[in-house]
């Protein structure tokens, strides 16, 4: 007996083998047949039913046509396929010529009977045998037998999400029949609050699901986590509760510590910020002498101030130096706005520290 890979292989070769055999031979008789059509035209000014009939009936049984159906089987590139036709071209030329009659479904005759790879649907193994739950619906309609159609394979059950047990009647955690029999189940999700339940809403939890706490009345309700103290979040985040669960979002970063997003729901607003009409907005610290030292000037930032160098100056030593000429013209070739001596400045500092 073949293992099971390559026969699995083989069966799921022959599956579209006989499609593409049977597609192609309803294809070649309608091209066939147009063909016909359109030279029965053209050579008799009209159709001529009863050549067209007999042309037609005994290229449909011809060796020509086989051939022409084999070749165009495989593409080209596949070698396993075309190695296979090649390998069982006899059976093939049998079944054409002496058992298409009695045995017109060739996947039967050829993959089930003659080289015995496959078996009918809803069975599987060596001795095609019915699957768990019965080949007419195996694994009660909500799963796959494990070698359905093939000599190999187990017959078990995977079951379909929602379902579970080897016979894929009982429903997984998060889901409840609905309907159950001895060989029917249908399995539905839970309300999104129960862990386990007996029905669709959220009063039929059995067990309520982490992030929901039962009430009262036996319902499944929502745990603001938010409320709860101390905060799940940190000091610089605030809390979102939401339906079964909550999240921690970062503040403005104008805020030391808040109760929602923007610059407005501060608790307290960060260093170089001050209170503003309820929203914190930047200190212009420039607007006192905080840069003190001679030819310094001061350009305000966002939470923040830098102290720099004012034109034809460079930081040495912490002092504003005159930059010697050839510098300072070079230097002066490039835009020298407040802001790029400003990036300047910054460079240097952070190349320092
Ligand atoms: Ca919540």
């Keep these: 007996m073949l293992s099971t890979g390559p026969e699995l292989r083989l069966m799921r070769l022959l599956s579209c083998l006989t499609l593409a055999l049977l597609f192609q031979a309803s294809d070649a008789k309608r091209d066939l047949k147009s063909g016909f059509d359109r030279t029965a035209k053209q050579n008799f000014g009209g159709g001529n039913t009863a050549w067209e009939e007999r042309k037609l009936s005994k290229y449909e049984t011809s060796e020509i046509r086989l051939v022409e159906i084999l070749e165009g089987l495989c593409e080209s590139s596949s070698f396993e396929c075309n190695r296979m ?3 069982h071209e006899e059976h093939f030329e049998t079944w054409w010529f002496r058992r298409k009659t009695k045995h017109p479904d060739l996947h039967r005759w050829f993959c089930i009977e003659m080289i015995k790879v496959c078996c009918p649907k809803g069975t599987f193994g060596p001795d095609c ?8 619906r195996p694994c009660h309609g909500n799963g796959r037998c494990d070698g359905d159609g093939t000599r190999g394979g187990n017959g078990k059950c995977s079951c379909v999400h929602g379902y579970n047990g080897e016979f894929c009647l009982d429903c997984i955690d998060g889901y409840y029949n609905e309907v159950r029999n001895d060989t029917f189940s ?3 999700e839970c309300h999104s609050s129960c862990k386990t339940c007996t029905g669709p809403t959220s009063q039929d939890c059995d067990e309520c699901k982490e992030g929901w706490e039962e009430d009262d009345q036996k319902t499944c309700v929502d745990v603001n986590e938010c409320s709860k103290d101390p905060s799940p979040c940190k000091e610089d985040q605030y809390c979102l509760n939401t339906e079964g669960s909550y999240s921690c979002n970062a503040c403005d970063k104008v805020c030391s510590g808040c109760t929602g997003a923007g610059p407005d729901k501060c608790q ?3 260093s170089g910020y001050q209170d503003t009409e309820d929203t914190c907005t930047d ?3 420039c607007s006192e002498a905080v840069c003190t030292k001679e030819n310094q000037e001061c350009v305000n930032t966002k ?14 030593d912490g002092e504003c130096v005159q930059m010697p000429q050839e510098r300072w013209v070079r230097q002066n070739e490039k835009p020298t706005s407040r802001e790029s001596r400003k990036q300047q400045h910054e460079s240097v500092y952070l190349g320092y520290y």
């Design 303 to 316: 939470g923040s101030y830098v102290c720099i160098c004012s034109s034809g100056y460079e930081e040495h």
């Design 283 to 285: 200190i212009d610290e």
């Design 129 to 136: 045998n019915a699957c768990v739950g019965g080949s007419e």
């Design 268 to 270: 307290a607003c960060a």
């Design 85 to 87: 036709v090649e390998e």
């Design 186 to 188: 249908l399995c539905t």
